[in-house]
């Protein structure tokens, strides 16, 4: 006879002590290694939200480009910060996270000064993409240091505590570039970026502890790079939730790179546009806030399945609601804020539920989760983004599509088990 497994009452999340330092990045406490771990992760969201109010000057200054093509800023950088991950894993599970972390600083702050100075759109693009391949390092970094120091809901706990501190920048990022424009040209708002990661690399050289110890350091050999990457191709968990990620987020993607014509062409908000932008990012970052206190007690599946599957719903409405001409500006942002409140629910979950059973080969992990996340949602938020024609039609589609797609790939990963606790252990 078939056995039922039975769960436990959700526990209580047991509060974190932000004061105390934690055994694996001693000496710094909790809170300054959340601090420090949110301003490192926060290189990608600056490169990528800064510039948005500067489109229409890039594409005059560069030669007359077609507004809808500078959404290719932000995929050349997408996809350089995606491929560069599957090499920065190894090179840290390897020479440990300080000296990779400090190189990819380097690398960025360099690109964004040869960016500053750009004189054609083809150079930009190229100096784009190699800032985005430096800029996978602090991301992997930072991953893995909590993977190095946490597991299980307590690394989703830390996770979104850091994303909770991380997304004060989308809020602020256009509010300054804007500011920018208003007193020097767009060239130095990618110079702001090199100003930023070179205070980074000193704060981190000063300060970021080596959380990998030299005893569980992996050569890079075939048989090390052949094992870890079966550890993380054929871990069905590992491989189910980086697929549901990269898919998810493609809608979220595909909203940065058309963001700027939609709020200021099609909707009319002009310079208001940061301030709309700012309050659709504070959405993303409270449910960061509440996903916090609610994942040690609730669980990262739970929480997570029930917010993609709202997400869902409230994007097919859009979509229904746009291809019939109801979707105006006033009907679309409350949607969408609420649309960027499941969000949060859902980001460091995903990953967490991702990196979970891949503690031994930690690096490794968390540039394949990364890579495959930022290379598959660039990829469809740039087919999303590129079919822009004017009304706000491709967009909902692409949120509503993205939504249901990871819907059933979460079916898919969990066998059908959605909306509670694997088995009896609680994720």
């Known amino acids: 006879m078939e056995q039922r497994i039975q769960s436990d009452p959700p526990r209580k999340a047991e509060p974190v002590d932000l004061s105390s330092p934690s055994s694996g990045h001693a000496p710094l406490s909790v809170g300054a290694f959340v601090l420090m771990l949110a301003g490192l992760m926060s290189v990608n969201a600056l490169a990528t939200d800064v510039m948005l109010p500067a489109f229409p000057d890039i594409a005059v200054a560069l030669g007359g480009i077609e507004i809808t093509r500078m959404q290719t800023i932000i995929t050349a950088y997408m996809l350089g910060f995606g491929l560069s991950q599957l090499v920065v894993g190894f090179l840290a599970d390897r020479f440990g996270r300080r000296p990779v972390l400090l190189g990819g600083l380097a690398i960025y ?12 759109f083809s150079m930009l693009l190229a100096t784009r993409f190699v800032q985005g391949f430096g800029s996978g390092a602090p991301r992997v970094v930072a991953q893995a240091a909590i993977r190095d120091c946490y597991e299980g809901r307590r690394m989703a706990r830390i996770m979104s505590l850091v994303m909770t501190v ?16 208003l007193v020097s040209s767009w060239r130095w708002v990618f110079g702001s970026l090199a100003i930023v990661g070179i205070a980074l690399m000193l704060v981190s050289a000063l ?40 898919t998810f987020f493609g809608a979220l993607f595909g909203f940065i790179g058309s963001v700027q014509p939609v709020m200021v062409d099609l909707f009319g908000f002009g310079l ?66 609420v649309n960027m409140l499941l969000v949060g629910l859902v980001f460091s979950n995903f990953n967490a539920l991702a990196m979970e059973p891949q503690g031994h080969v930690a690096g490794v992990a968390s540039s394949f989760v990364s890579a495959v996340t930022v290379v598959l949602g660039a990829t469809i938020g740039f087919v999303i983004g590129d079919n822009y024609d004017g009304t706000i039609v491709p ?8 939504g249901l797609s990871t819907l059933v790939i979460l079916f898919i990963t969990e066998r059908g088990r959605l909306f509670r606790p694997h088995g009896a252990r609680h994720r």
């Not at 702050?109 to 054609?120: E, H, Q, T, V, Y």
């Not at 659709?280 to 806030?289: G, N, Q, T």
């Open 395 to 402: 967009l909902s589609a692409g949120f509503a599509g993205c």
């Open 166 to 181: 991380f997304m004060a920048v989308p809020v602020l990022a256009p509010s300054l570039g804007q500011l920018i424009l």
């Open 109 to 120: 702050s360099a690109a964004g000064l040869l960016m500053a100075g750009a004189d054609d």
């Open 272 to 337: 208001w546009f940061p301030l709309v932008f700012a309050v659709l990012a504070l959405a993303m970052s409270a449910s960061s806030f509440v996903n916090a206190s609610l994942v040690e007690r609730f669980g990262m599946r739970v929480l997570s399945h029930w917010a993609t599957t709202g997400y869902s719903l409230i994007s097919a409405a859009m979509f229904a609601l746009a291809l019939f001409g109801r979707l105006d500006a006033w009907t679309f942002l409350p949607m969408m804020a």
């Open 207 to 246: 300060y970021f502890p080596e959380t990998l110890p030299l005893a569980r350091r992996r050569a890079i050999s075939w048989p090390a790079v052949g094992a870890a990457l079966r550890s993380v191709f054929l871990n069905r968990q590992t491989a189910g939730y980086t697929l549901a990620a990269g």
